[in-house]
């Protein structure tokens, strides 16, 4: 088997090489869309760029993770060999693009020659691109159970994992099955432990009711949540950070004490209310307005238009409202304003609720494939009256709701990386345990070559995203504003959650397709990843290339 030092070294041949390929490749872009302005004139190969930065950074997040394990003397060969896997994986799809359109990207010939197809990233490519390693990696995926035992250099961190891990298993696992059938939702009884374990609380500072312990692990609480369900479980926690941030960020001092620390025990759920019928990720077109008035003597703001997609909206307390409080639509997104529309629970899968001056507001849940337990409505607003204390800044937060709402979004989409890492780890473990069981042939299914390999490639994809997602934790840990790898490792963990339960499907075989059996509901949850907050084209072109280009 291949040495670590051989592993380290031959990964990082072929992140240098494609970096240099990504540098390249921007610059020529960057020319072309004249600093990202002009990316949908070129939306293909910008698409490419991000997709393959994206990758880099897992390249480079995993390799470190590997370096950092033999520099605290931990077992390191297995992470160095997926990283040198993921890498190869990575480079030949590349190898791939560029053989077919190099000035595209670009790319000179003698670009090609010298350092894309130079004979040290050749070597590497094959060190790392053997089937055989790959279905090493699947065997001993098999000797684990494909349980994550990641090392996270932080006792905190990983006593906070085992602890959710434990809760997840004895209280949402023997939920999930029955609230995903019966299209149920997430019970009460279920939402006051969390909040008792201070699940709501963790990236919310201790002043205002939090713990105040960090992304990090928010984003390991979030994913053993999501092992277990990602809709009656993991996604919970992510409607409250994205308000939380939004108020954190840009409330006044009585907002914040006003909600957060309710937010924190799990009091009040909170639903997001930004997309549209007609306007899905084109945020600065939303037409709901919020018109300046008065009721009764107190000053406010009649809200009136139809929001889709508000997920958790019935039973919420809270909803974070964007609404357009510039009548003119020409101001796009400087004339947006955050709101916090504050509620009655309602359960069932439609509600109205009607003011005494005849202002309401109606709910009606919308059918979905999966990602069951907390509904998501379609929201119609008719005059409906919010004082102008819940403008989240009040004055000073006037027209500035796009801002503050990109800034929430970043967390979530931080959040849906941990979701989805949670979601394929699930997926990992049920199909490692299923092949192991199953006997085809006179043999189990985990003997057979293919199976390893299948194996092999899911764990390395599920160990690049995971250090993704846990890398972008820890920068914006450092600066709130890092929105950049927070996409990234959205990107990248969604598509690894949806290839990794259609896998793991797959080597289920028809008893994959049964409802009894959980890698089905994984694979109909999974779907609904790439999409929310911020649907995969939008996140690649908008907010990935767009920060690349500039």
């Not at 359109?101 to 050749?122: I, K, T």
Request: overall charge neutral; aromatic content about 8%.
């Amino acid at each position: 088997m291949i040495e670590l030092a051989s592993a380290l070294h031959a990964t990082r041949v072929l992140a240098e090489a494609l970096e240099r390929g990504c540098e390249r490749t921007t610059a020529h872009l960057r020319r072309l869309t004249e600093g990202g302005s002009g990316i949908d004139a070129y939306q293909v190969p910008c698409e490419r760029l991000a997709y393959r930065a994206t990758e880099l950074q897992a390249i480079r997040a995993l390799l470190a993770y590997a370096t950092a394990l033999r520099d605290h003397g931990q077992e390191a060969q297995p992470t160095a060999l997926m990283a040198l896997a993921y890498a190869a994986g990575v480079y030949q799809k590349w190898l791939g693009e560029v053989g077919v359109s190099p000035d595209e990207d670009g790319l000179s010939e003698a670009f090609v020659q010298e350092v894309v197809e130079a004979p040290a990233v050749r070597q590497a490519l094959r060190l790392g691109g053997s089937e055989a390693l790959l279905r090493h990696l699947g065997r001993e995926v098999m000797a684990t159970g494909g349980v994550n035992t990641c090392w996270l250099g932080d006792e905190l961190a990983e006593l906070t994992r085992q602890s959710v891990r434990d809760f997840a298993q004895r209280e949402v696992e023997p939920l999930a099955e029955a609230i995903h059938r019966q299209d149920a939702l997430v019970p009460d009884a279920l939402i006051a432990k969390m909040g008792e374990l201070g699940y709501f609380a963790m990236s919310i500072p201790e002043a205002y009711g939090g713990t105040g312990m960090g992304l990090l692990v928010m984003i390991l609480t979030t994913e053993e949540l999501s092992r277990a369900s990602l809709g009656a479980a993991g996604s919970l926690i992510t409607r409250p950070e994205i308000v939380a941030r939004a108020l954190l960020d840009g409330g006044t001092e009585a907002q914040k004490r006003r909600w957060l620390p309710r937010i924190a025990s799990g009091e009040l759920m909170v639903a997001v209310s930004v997309t549209e019928p007609d306007v899905g990720s084109d945020v600065a077109a939303l037409t709901c307005r919020a018109q300046a008035g008065e009721l009764e003597g107190q000053p406010g703001y009649f809200i009136s238009g139809t929001k889709a997609w508000c997920t958790f909206a019935g039973r919420a307390e809270l909803i974070g409202l964007l609404a357009r409080t510039d009548p003119d639509v020409r101001k796009g997104a400087r004339g947006l304003s955050l709101f916090i529309v504050e509620k009655e629970r309602c359960y069932g899968k439609e509600f109205c609720l009607t003011q005494p001056h005849g202002g309401t507001l109606r709910g009606t849940a919308i059918a979905t494939l999966g990602y069951r337990g907390m509904h998501s409505f379609t929201l119609y607003y008719d005059n409906y009256f919010v004082p102008a204390a819940n403008l989240v800044g009040e004055a000073q937060g006037y027209n500035r709701g796009f801002y503050l709402q990109m800034r929430g979004f970043a967390s979530g989409r931080l959040q849906t990386g941990g979701r989805a890492v949670g979601l394929a780890q699930a997926a990992l473990e049920k199909t490692t345990a299923y092949v192991k069981g199953r006997v085809q042939f006179g043999r189990p299914v985990s003997d057979y070559g293919l199976t390893q390999y299948k194996l092999g490639c899911m764990a390395t994809q599920l160990a690049a995203a995971r250090q993704l997602t846990y890398r972008a934790a820890r920068a914006m840990e450092r600066d709130p504003g890092m929105g950049l790898e927070a996409a990234m490792a959205k990107l990248l963990a969604c598509d690894v959650a949806v290839g990794l339960t259609q896998e793991g499907q797959l080597l289920h075989g028809g008893w994959g397709y049964a409802e009894e059996t959980p890698i089905a509901r994984y694979v109909v949850d999974a779907l609904v990843l790439p999409i929310f907050e911020g649907v995969k084209p939008i996140l690649e072109l908008k907010v990935i290339a767009r920060q690349l280009l500039r």
